[in-house]
């Protein structure tokens, strides 16, 4: 797979090794030869055992939960790469932390994801690659190049062998007002209609759904969204979707399962049938156990991309 003679080299840190394993398995790579550990007072050590002079270096980092640490770790393997000279250096984010917090909601708030996005840039990255932003306005946050893959057409595959294309008893159901252009994306690729759930968020991490536009009666209805954190927003979806529409199954699926606090227990207590993520961050040890969650392997599509990128090909036809 690898073309030309500049060495490729992909790093990473503690946040999902077993996503860049996976990764490094699609392109025929060992991962390098790197830790990341910790000092008594919790500040971040950084060992890379390889020289990386010259290399195109991939580092693997999605900033999930532990958000802080995770960053950290990323930033300084960034500069640790930065100062040994290496070629390029992009940072692989299948998640990017604190896109949530990309305008000011009100006054005096801080605009977290351009702050994250500067600490990135100065640290020595050349360009990010991540999948499925929060808010896709975050790419002009970065002044480097930023590729943000889409998760939707791996959940169409997964979908599309059970149900087929154009399937009359099938619909997409996006769970907020600001989900609908996703939402709609997908099931164009399903080829199914699309219905809306209009709600209220009260504060954060909590909601109250108020209305179902369209007719999901009698139907198996898939609600996508980008994040499942708490997972109140989705259940109080799912629930409504069945309750009050009349739907007659629920399935969910998100790119990201952040899945913090009581997530799991919502997800086991809902309507929903299935809970499909994608591995860009991983189920931590601590979570309760669950039937109902099932991951999809993005290392195909970070490999891919990480390819084309390496070759200097286009990425564009990964977006359809």
């Not at 503690?14 to 000092?39: R, S, Y």
């Not at 930033?75 to 604190?98: E, H, K, N, Q, W």
Request: aromatic share 8%; with cysteine; hydrophobic share 45%.
């Amino acid at each position: 797979m690898i073309a030309h003679g500049k060495e490729i080299k992909i790093f990473t840190g503690n946040a999902n090794p077993k996503l860049a394993a996976d990764i490094g398995k699609c392109l025929g790579i060992e991962l390098g030869n790197c830790t990341v550990t910790h000092f008594a007072d919790h500040e971040v050590s950084v060992s890379f055992y390889e020289t990386v002079r010259g290399a195109d270096v991939f580092l693997v980092q999605p900033t999930c939960y532990p958000a802080n640490d995770n960053l950290m770790e990323l930033l300084i393997m960034i500069d640790a790469c930065r100062r040994a000279s290496a070629g390029r250096i992009t940072a692989v984010m299948p998640y990017f932390g604190y896109a949530r917090q990309d305008r000011k909601a009100k006054a005096r708030d801080p605009i977290s994801a351009k702050l994250v996005a500067n600490l990135i840039t100065a640290a020595g990255a050349d360009r990010v690659l991540t999948m499925d932003l929060h808010a896709n306005q975050i790419q002009g946050f970065f002044d480097i190049p930023v590729d943000n893959l889409l998760g939707g057409h791996l959940f169409a595959e997964y979908y599309l062998s059970k149900y087929g294309f154009g399937n009359d008893n099938l619909m997409v159901v996006s769970p907020d007002a600001g989900s609908v252009a996703r939402s709609r994306s997908f099931a164009q690729l399903l080829g199914v209609n699309l219905a809306i759930v209009d709600k209220r968020r009260e504060k954060a991490n909590q909601s109250e759904v108020m209305n179902i536009i369209g007719d999901v009666k009698g139907k198996d209805v898939i609600l996508l969204d980008d994040m499942v954190d708490t997972a109140g927003s989705i259940c109080g979806a799912a629930n409504a979707l069945y309750e009050t529409g009349g739907a007659n199954v629920v399935y969910a699926c998100a790119s990201h399962g952040v899945l913090s606090g009581p997530a799991i227990d919502r997800i086991n207590a809902s309507c929903i049938k299935e809970m499909l993520f994608t591995d860009s961050i991983p189920m931590r040890d601590d979570q309760p156990a669950t039937d109902k969650i099932k991951y999809l392997s993005i290392a195909p599509l970070f490999a891919e991309a990480i390819h084309r990128t390496y070759d200097e090909i286009s990425i564009s036809p990964l977006f359809r």
